[in-house]
């Protein structure tokens, strides 16, 4: 067994498993140090720059034994992580970062190296950036469809169940009358959820420029969170993301439609049920939010993409 130094756990990391684990994320943030070092050994991997981490996962730029330029991805299994490795191991390299290795026991991913230091946030132009996730949707949800991840009707349908005490936590009632059409949308569209895996997770941040020495398509999927429905479940992330572009034009309730319409035309999405489903998604995280995080109010952003969709669909 080679020896390797012990990887410093970044404090950012440290606490954002804290927010959303508690105690039963101190486990694996205790272990981390001894999975890096085993899946150096296993995998035959020398350390190659520095470490960088999201919210949930360390990423330590490495090395092959061939000298490939590779990236292992450490993050606990949990029922956000769990489809990852499945859902690239079914786009192989096509629209989305390649699967080199995978450890299911652990959570552990060799991945192909990106840039990280050029994702499509970098782009000045939000709409040539929003051109670019809608053009990766398309290639993505052309993808093989694997059995063993979730359904959106399944996820849809355990939703509509938690709406009701969830409404009562709003403060606002305009709020509260929001989220009520939000599941009023979705309960129209839950007869014909879709077959397609999506990503679910496609922002401007999870878009990265390929490593300059590897000859790769221009821009590639990382991070997905997959589910299998329909497509109009995928937009919510680019519309939000990049707010203060949104707010610069002076018109939030037309730029937030610009962004939907080019996405929408691009993917050959039917409006009406697109914007149904982005309601729903606007549920979810309201869910999310209000259940998990204490809030008491919708996000401003997604409370804009409400009124703006539903005033235009």
């Known amino acids: 067994m080679t020896a390797h130094p012990a990887i410093a756990i970044p404090y950012a990391l440290v606490a954002w498993h804290s927010k959303y684990f508690g105690d039963a994320g101190r486990p694996w943030i205790v272990a981390l140090p001894a999975l890096a070092a085993d899946c150096m050994d296993r995998w035959q991997l020398r350390p190659d720059g520095p470490l960088t981490h999201g919210c949930v996962a360390l990423i330590l730029p490495v090395r092959r034994v061939d000298g490939t330029a590779a990236a292992l ?163 919510l992330p680019a519309l939000w993301n990049r707010w203060p572009d949104v707010v610069a034009t002076g018109d939030v309730p037309a730029a937030v439609c610009r962004r939907f319409d080019l996405m929408t035309e691009i993917m050959g999405l039917q409006r009406d049920r697109a914007a149904g489903w982005t309601l729903g998604r606007v549920m979810q995280t309201a869910l999310w939010d209000l259940e998990r995080f204490g809030e008491r109010a919708l996000h401003p952003a997604h409370r804009a993409i409400v009124e703006a969709l539903r005033h235009r669909y």
């Open 73 to 235: 991805k450490l993050q606990p299994v949990t029922d956000q992580t769990v489809g990852e490795p499945i859902a690239l191991r079914s786009w192989d390299g096509h629209g989305a970062v390649r699967l080199l290795e995978h450890d299911p026991d652990s959570g552990a991913m060799l991945l192909e190296r990106l840039d990280p230091d050029c994702p499509l946030s970098t782009v000045p132009d939000d709409l040539a950036a929003i051109r670019v996730i809608a053009e990766l949707l398309v290639r993505l949800e052309a993808g093989p469809v694997p059995a063993e991840l979730p359904q959106l009707a399944d996820i849809a349908a355990a939703m509509l169940d938690r709406v009701p005490p969830a409404v009562a936590l709003l403060v606002d009632p305009a709020e509260r009358r929001l989220l009520d059409a939000c599941a009023a949308a979705v309960r129209e569209l839950l007869t014909e959820p879709g077959d397609r895996l999506l990503h679910w997770d496609l922002h401007y941040d999870n878009v990265l420029a390929p490593n300059s020495s590897a000859p790769r398509e221009p821009w590639l999927a990382i991070d997905p969170k997959p589910v299998i429905g329909d497509p109009g479940f995928e937009l």
